[in-house]
């Protein structure tokens, strides 16, 4: 087997795509299968070793090295749950193979002058890492060099000039003068950082810095279609304050996207208690709600030192019999914004009626609502329940006593 070494910010796909070339393999998949069969004699367990790994020792380059410098992982795995999370010796194997060779977007991008620079200076093309970031539609190198995009299949099992010279590229389209506009500097700002992080991040504070953000600027981010408090979420936030040509190219649907309903691909991003990781989801609301992404990464970091819910929930418990149920009081308390301590509270009502008077408080509001001549003060004398404290609890419900919902105690 013909030895390689990847060059500087070479895509590890396009890298496995070169070495396979060059060892005359008729594509990736045969040099796949060859690396594999070739894994037990370096040592490897052939099955479960990620191939990013095995190209890597076959290139003489340490693992460690290929994944922060050569793959798309630090990027694409940002944000992780935390039983996957990368540790100072790198991801997990599991992650590794499934993400290893994964790239943020659909084609695959090229800069012509590289490309004619890497012919003259060493005879072959490669491609390079930092083109394929969802933000990249320029070189940096070449600051006039519009990338091109190569929307075939299998795009690294040849070198860009390959492409160029079949006609099968496409120019990347996006007006000059979005360029100069804060939004799209803002974006690129936080995809290079995303890439250059060199472990991942727990999901759940990346979420809660960016639900957190989100809310202090008066957006919403509950789930659903619509929001009933009418109040307009990170994506309607999107379409009136990024480019139009800039949103279009990150995300087509937006356009479609009537104000008040869910958008999956900005939304979620920005959405608590949710585990799925979407990188550029993840990039983009850290630029659209941040003003830099040192701040965004200073609360992420500030969320990961806060208690989980489980802690402040058992919280809430306490404060909401010690301050009669006033949620201003919780919140301040709590050093939490009042939207924040109201969500909780009413998520999580049932297990505050039972911290503050076993049922008693379930009973007398079922009993108050099944019954048309009880009022609430009789129904709380006969249950043995805080009157105030059912009060509140029948405000936070919300529901006229013309329901009757005998549903109350859930
Ligand atoms: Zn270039």
Redesign the pocket.
């Known amino acids: 087997m013909l030895i390689i070494t990847p060059q500087d910010d070479e895509l590890a796909k396009g890298f496995l795509g070169r070495w396979c070339l060059l060892n005359d393999f008729s594509d990736c998949d045969a040099g796949i299968l060859a690396m594999r069969r070739h894994s037990g004699r370096m040592g490897f367990e052939p099955r479960t070793t990620p191939v990013l790994h095995v190209l890597a020792r076959l290139a003489g380059v340490d693992a460690r090295h290929m994944e922060l410098r050569h793959s798309m992982l630090p990027f694409m795995s940002f944000a992780m749950r935390e039983d996957q999370q990368a540790c100072g010796g790198g991801w997990s194997s599991a992650v590794v193979t499934h993400t290893g060779f994964l790239t943020p977007r659909s084609s695959a991008y090229l800069?012509?002058?590289?490309?004619k620079?890497d012919l003259r200076s060493r005879s072959y093309s490669y491609w390079?890492r930092s083109?394929q970031l969802p933000s990249a539609f320029w070189?940096?190198?070449?600051p006039k060099?519009r990338?091109h995009a190569v929307k075939v299949e299998k795009p690294f099992d040849r070198m860009p000039d390959y492409w160029l010279e079949v006609g099968l590229t496409e120019p990347e389209d996006l007006p000059e003068e979005v360029r100069a506009s804060a939004e799209f500097t803002s974006f690129g700002d936080a995809c290079r950082a995303m890439l250059e992080a060199e472990v991942s991040r727990n999901v759940t504070h990346v979420r809660r810095a960016l639900c957190d953000q989100a809310q202090s600027l008066g957006l919403t981010t509950k789930r659903g279609p619509f929001d009933l408090t009418k109040r307009a979420r990170p994506s309607d936030f999107a379409q009136r304050k990024v480019p139009a040509s800039l949103r279009r190219k990150l995300f087509p649907s937006l356009e479609l996207k009537a104000r008040g309903t869910f958008y999956n691909e900005i939304d979620d991003a920005v959405r608590s208690g949710n585990y799925s990781s979407m990188p550029l989801g993840t990039a983009f609301a850290v630029s659209l709600l941040f003003p830099s992404v040192s701040s965004a990464f200073l609360s992420m970091d500030a969320a990961s030192r806060r208690p989980p819910s489980k802690v402040l929930r058992a919280a809430i418990d306490q404060l909401f019999i010690q301050e009669n149920g006033s949620l201003p009081a919780i919140a301040s308390a709590m050093n939490l914004s009042v939207t924040r301590v109201t969500e909780m509270v009413i998520s999580h009502r049932l297990l505050i009626q039972k911290a503050i008077d076993g049922h008693a408080t379930g009973f007398a509001l079922k009993a108050f609502y099944d019954a048309d001549t009880l009022s609430l003060a009789e129904a709380c004398s006969r249950h043995g329940a805080n009157l105030r404290l059912a009060e509140r609890a029948l405000w936070l419900k919300g529901v006229p006593k013309s329901r009757r919902v005998s549903a109350l105690v859930e």
Request: aromatic share 0%.
């Open positions: 800069c012509p002058a590289c490309m620079e390079r083109h070189c940096d190198k070449h060099e990338l």
